[in-house]
């Protein structure tokens, strides 16, 4: 069990001064014996705010890439230059061309190029390429490919692997990282395209632990409608959870649902926050 877990937003859409906000998502995890960063943000936010709070980036060990979406895996090549001998553990599928159309025109939101060739040109042995759960240490895993199984989650948009749209994406590779402490699961999630409740559902399966301390990222709720919204917070109701920390596409009316309707502690999150478990 990690019995001391800090979590400290770096990038996200909401900020407070002095921080800056950006359309992306990470944050610095660190535990009894490791620092983890979980994604990479799109552009400098990462950096510029790490600085601001004295985080040193140059000593995290692991980066865990929860998809390949720009917003979240942007500022791989330079983390990786700046902590070279990280481990990196990522989908299979996190390379794949992909594209969001809306009104007809095709958008690239892939993960960047210098961010792909970053990973390839890593040290082989430390890049990790996940499918299935798999542990980083024995408090600390991911979850590779997250089962699909409510009947009211998507991916959250229009999603496709083609400019022209014949090709829909899932999002397969969208994975979260989970922590065991003693005072239950600690769940970190990018942007939950496979559906949060799909992923608690699948990270207790793994850990064989209901009680959730934290669960905490993007949930993707910006574009669901209000029976999704309703119906997501009803399932959330059910499990064991002492803090909600909504970030980056959850999206605001939705986190404000989730203030009034969770039986849990809401708090949305935003660059510059620190959490302790």
Known sequence: MCENV???ILSDNRSIEPFENEHGFAMVIKTDDKKILFDTGQFDALFNNAEKLG?????????VLSHGHYDHSGGMDCILKTAGNSDVFLHSASFLPRYSIREGKAKPIQMPLKAREAVINHNEENVHWTFSPRNITAEVGVTGT????TDYEDAGGPF????KGT????IEDDQAMWIETPKG??????CSHSGIINIINYIIKITGESRIHTLIGGMHLVNAGNQRVDKTIEAL?????????PCHCTGDAAIQTLIDKSVSNVK??????VHKV
């Open 146 to 149: 997250i089962p699909r199984e």
């Open 237 to 245: 109701n059910q499990f064991d959870i002492d803090h909600i920390i």
């Open 167 to 170: 090709q829909k994406d899932s």
């Open 55 to 63: 985080v040193d980036l140059s000593n995290i060990d692991t980066v």
């Open 160 to 163: 496709f692997l083609d400019p």
């Open 185 to 190: 699961l600690v769940i970190c999630v990018g």
């Open 268 to 273: 949305a999150g935003h660059a510059g926050m």
């Open 6 to 8: 800090k979590i400290t």
